[in-house]
């Protein structure tokens, strides 16, 4: 099986996407299919290369364009909404003159011109609509250009009827034309909102470079296209250059600005031996870099991959709402021949058509189409905008159901660093405990050293043992020195005097770990370490505590060390010394809870769980498990992802009542089943649109911080 990504344009509403997915998920050789209008892209999943041009061949039978590779999205999009605007503004222009024949100058004359002006306007202006409902019903795929197509051409025959004389009423010429207008004045204001929301992914595209500068072997550099870069290439990136690939300094230094991929607005100093990642800005200086990854490989490809398998993903309640859709044109088009028999049967051919006409233009479920997706869509970038990844929108659905957060504790909860809080050992003997740990890289080694190698080339190396998870042992010509835990010490024979206890008890709530040091057989003192909270954990606590949340802790680390951050943060329930398996049983029985993790051992967990948060910071595996992912080091991110997921939500709710609410009111009235009641087919037109917009501008309101 393949991965195949495609842009496609000329699809007007969540119908078009969805006809095209479901006609190409039935091809031979296609597994899974996924269309989405906002983005106008698709992802299908194909198992023989062969299968590509019927694909492409099928869009293009069904009315659509599929675009190259390369071809910029965001230009075809402004090119389609101008084009839209032309139209528009060319439909407005001849509606009017045929309003004003209509209702200033009767005769012979002006019915003529009428004709001539309705027609241009229904079949030139609104041409789209026509071709896309002709190739729809070949594939017998319906959508609201059937209902807009049908509507409008039932007026024109109904009015070219009247001008033959078979219907002694005026003519609904100019009519026809005006709901044209009115449609295309709806997708108009309806596209260019879109467009405008499209601003977060327009971003990230903004870094697609293209050309890097790649150095030759004699020194000299060529421009080529950073797609081609390859692991072991070195790129030369200038003062206001963006990085095209993720690899390691070899000459230069620069201060970088990293904001797109991290969140972090202040620039970083990078120079020899700092890695580098793409889609930093170069704020100042110069780089020579060495790609450690081939540039597609990159995590800002990475990221930009994720953005876009977001977006066309579909939420539950979105494939619920496209079903109904499916059905619901169907079922009009039944109404509306059910409503042109009976008024025909009642009244007459004159009011058959214009009751027929009017369900039909009415009846358009753009706004039930639109009403999840472009909420979706928005939510989806308000989080990126702060710098909150989503990589499985319908988290968002099941996130406002939340009762717990359950927290990993170090590297979520606490600072992946230890840092020393206290420590009761002389200067001299403090100093030679840091240069033996320099030649560790455990993390409690990594907090107590503070040397550089000129300052400890007098140790010897090879008198030094490290022993795991206990700690280390050196042996000079005059003693014996050990460091590490307590067990270690006093298998090693040593006796830890009361004094010491006493240090180590006084210091224990906030400093759990600690490192006994020896001379000798001497306890000589000891360092006591802590696992600093993240600034922002008790903010995050305390907000989910107001919004009712219950908090966790599940951590592989020792009793004391959860205790610890347990009780400054005022979490009561946390479990210590986990395994990866104990903390995936746990989270098995708590449905309704989301979890937070950065590491390997978190990547089951985070996979299992109703709703999960891994940071940026965390290892791949976790990133990839994670259905939200914090890219900026900030926890505050969840409580954000909270409001946002409710707020999304909310207006979700509204957009259906109102597309819902708007159809089961006008239906009956366009249908003339309301005795006294009637509308017009351009009414219906005008109405119609109404509703779309009313969607659209309701779900913009998710593009301002919550």
Not at 250 to 267: H, T
Not at 375 to 381: E, G, N, R
Not at 391 to 415: M, V
Not at 559 to 583: F, G, M, R, T, W
Request: neutral net charge.
């Amino acid at each position: 099986m393949q991965e195949w990504r495609l842009k496609i344009g000329k699809m007007t509403c969540t119908n078009c996407s969805n006809a095209i997915e479901r006609i190409c998920s039935k091809m031979q050789g296609v597994e899974k299919a996924s269309v989405s209008y906002l983005n106008a892209s698709g992802i299908f999943l194909l198992s023989s290369e062969e299968v590509k041009a019927k694909i492409q061949q099928k869009i293009k039978d069904l009315g659509y364009e599929v675009l190259q590779n390369d071809e910029d999205i965001y230009e075809f999009k402004l090119k389609e909404l101008q084009k839209l605007k032309f139209n528009l503004i060319l439909s407005v222009i001849i509606s009017a003159l045929a309003m004003l024949l209509m209702m200033s100058f009767h005769g012979i004359l002006s019915e003529l011109l009428q004709m001539v002006l309705g027609l241009f306007g229904v079949f030139y202006c609104g041409r789209g609509f026509f071709i896309h409902a002709f190739k729809g019903l070949k594939n017998l795929a319906l959508d609201m250009n059937t209902l807009v197509s049908l509507g409008s051409l039932s007026a024109v025959i109904y009015s070219f009827l009247a001008f033959l004389g078979i219907f002694q009423t005026h003519l609904y010429f100019a009519e026809a034309s005006m709901i044209i207008t009115f449609v295309l004045l709806g997708k108009f204001l309806e596209e260019n909102a879109k467009f405008k929301a499209n601003s977060a992914q327009k971003g990230l595209e903004k870094f697609e470079l293209k050309t890097a500068r790649l150095v030759q072997k004699d020194g000299s550099f060529s421009l080529v296209n950073p797609s081609f870069l390859q692991v072991g290439d070195e790129v030369l990136v200038k003062e206001g250059e963006s990085i095209s690939v993720d690899g390691v300094v070899l000459e230069g230094k620069a201060e970088v600005d990293m904001s797109v991929i991290s969140g972090e607005f202040m620039p970083l100093l990078k120079q020899k031996g700092d890695e580098v990642e793409a889609g930093g800005l170069l704020v100042s200086g110069l780089l020579r870099i060495r790609a450690s990854k081939k540039a597609m490989d990159s995590n800002l490809e990475h990221i930009k991959n994720l953005i876009f398998q977001a977006s066309n993903a579909k939420m539950p309640i979105t494939l619920l709402v496209d079903k109904l859709s499916a059905y619901f044109v169907g079922a009009i088009l039944m109404l509306a021949l059910i409503t042109f028999m009976a008024w025909w049967f009642i009244a007459g051919l004159n009011e058959a058509f214009l009751h027929s006409s009017a369900l039909l233009l009415i009846s358009c479920p753009c706004a039930l189409g639109l009403a999840t997706p472009i909420a979706l869509v928005l939510a989806i970038h308000n989080a990126s905008k702060h710098h909150i990844l989503i990589k499985n929108p319908s988290a968002i659905e099941l996130l406002r159901k939340i009762k717990e957060g359950i927290f990993d504790k170090t590297g979520t909860l606490s600072e992946e660093k230890l840092s020393i809080y206290a420590h009761n050992l002389s200067k001299e003997n403090f100093e030679l405990l840091s240069k033996l740990e320099y030649f560790s890289t455990h993390p409690i080694a990594n907090a107590i050293k503070t040397n550089d190698v000129a300052q400890v080339k007098h140790i010897n190396k090879d008198k030094l043992e490290f022993f795991t998870a206990r700690g280390l042992l050196y042996t000079d010509e005059k003693a014996v020195f050990l460091a590490g835990n307590e067990t270690f010490l006093k298998e090693r024979g040593v006796t830890i005097s009361q004094e010491q206890h006493n240090f180590v008890f006084e210091n224990a709530n906030l400093a759990p770990i600690v490192v006994y040091f020896a001379k000798d057989k001497t306890c000589l003192g000891c360092v006591c370490l802590q696992n600093e909270l993240r600034k922002e954990a008790h903010t995050l606590i305390a907000s989910l505590k107001a919004l009712g949340i219950k908090s966790l802790i599940l951590s592989g680390d020792n009793e004391k060390s959860v205790q610890s951050v347990a009780q400054k943060l005022d979490i009561k329930e946390y479990y210590a010394n986990l395994k990866p398996e104990d903390k995936l049983e746990f989270i098995k029985k708590r449905p309704n809870a989301f979890f937070v993790g950065d590491g390997v051992n978190d990547a089951a967990s985070l996979r299992l769980a109703s709703v999960s948060f891994a940071l940026n910071a965390g290892s791949n595996l976790a990133k990839e498990n994670g259905d939200f992912i914090l890219m900026k080091d900030d926890l505050m991110g969840i409580d954000y992802a909270l409001r946002l997921s409710k707020k999304t939500f909310s207006i979700i709710r509204l957009n259906l009542f109102w597309a819902c609410i708007y159809n089961a009111l006008c239906i009956p009235l366009a249908a003339g089943l309301v005795p006294g009641i009637s509308l017009s087919p351009h009414i219906a037109a005008l109405a119609m649109c109404f509703s779309s917009l009313c969607v659209v501008m309701n779900s913009l309101r998710l593009k301002k911080d919550i």
